[in-house]
T-cell receptor, first 119, second 115 residues
Framework: DARVTQTPRHKVTEMGQEVTMRCQPI?????VFWYRQTMMQGLELLAY????????DSGMPKDRFSAEMPDATLATLKIQPSEPRDSAVYFC?????????????????FGPGTRLTVL | AQSVSQHNHHVILSEAASLELGCNYSYGGTVNLFWYVQYPGQHLQLLLKYFSGDPLVKGIKGFEAEFIKSKFSFNLRKPSVQWSDTAEYFC?????????????FGKGTHLIIQP
């Protein structure tokens, strides 16, 4: 049963510290998304990659957030320095986007999330 | 840019009652539509999706949704809810052909089913 995995599942840190969240997409999926869920804003798209290339990170505060895909099996989301307002659940999702008939869309599979608390 | 509106933030029903959760989107073009469910403490799971074809789509666990293009709506329905349906429900869209586009979610509806 293929699943998206995320580590850590929970992270408590102090303001100003660096936080790195990791995601392993489903093997064979070529599109990876990062979302953030808060009570106030709900689910928001932060950034996404296709074939490891960043396509859109307009939803991400660029002064402190960075997202990368060092290889096809790992996506990272880093916050430096972290702030209390970054406290949220961060979800990674992966999907398979195929070419040929133009760009088609397939279901996004979500990971279990990383619950981040910044004190 | 597209947006999604879910009108009911909290819904409380008794078991066996019928359910309808509203979802409206705004986008001038053609969209793909989704309903996701998040059970307490768990990650999002896809309930159903609409890409094209029959506007009445059936999903898992007895859920269905109807796409009404003229109303920009994609309401979720279930004829008889169970206690285990207690969860947060999210409507989401992305634009057709935006294969790698991320999803735009509504704020969610918290559904509580009373035994």
């Amino acid at each position: 049963d293929a699943r998206v995995t995320q580590t850590p599942r929970h992270k408590v840190t102090e303001m100003g510290q660096e936080v790195t969240m990791r995601c392993q997409p489903i093997l064979g999926h070529n599109t990876v998304f990062w979302y953030r869920q808060t009570m106030m804003q709900g689910l928001e798209l932060l950034a996404y990659f296709r074939n490891r290339a960043p396509l859109d990170d307009s939803g991400m505060p660029k002064d402190r957030f960075s997202a990368e895909m060092p290889d096809a099996t790992l996506a990272t989301l880093k916050i430096q320095p972290s702030e209390p307002r970054d406290s949220a659940v961060y979800f990674c999702a992966s999907g398979l986007t195929t070419a040929g008939q133009g760009v088609s869309y397939n279901e996004q599979f979500f990971g279990p999330g990383t619950r981040l608390t910044v004190l | 840019a597209q947006s999604v509106s879910q009108h009911n933030h909290h819904v409380i029903l008794s078991e066996a009652a019928s359910l309808e959760l509203g979802c409206n989107y705004s986008y001038g073009g053609t969209v793909n539509l989704f309903w996701y469910v998040q059970y307490p403490g768990q990650h999002l799971q896809l309930l159903l999706k609409y890409f094209s074809g029959d506007p009445l789509v059936k999903g898992i666990k007895g859920f269905e949704a109807e796409f009404i293009k003229s109303k920009f709506s994609f309401n979720l329905r279930k004829p008889s809810v169970q206690w285990s349906d207690t969860a947060e429900y999210f409507c989401a869209v992305n634009r057709e052909g935006g294969g790698a586009d991320g999803l735009t979610f509504g704020k969610g509806t918290h559904l509580i089913i009373q035994p």
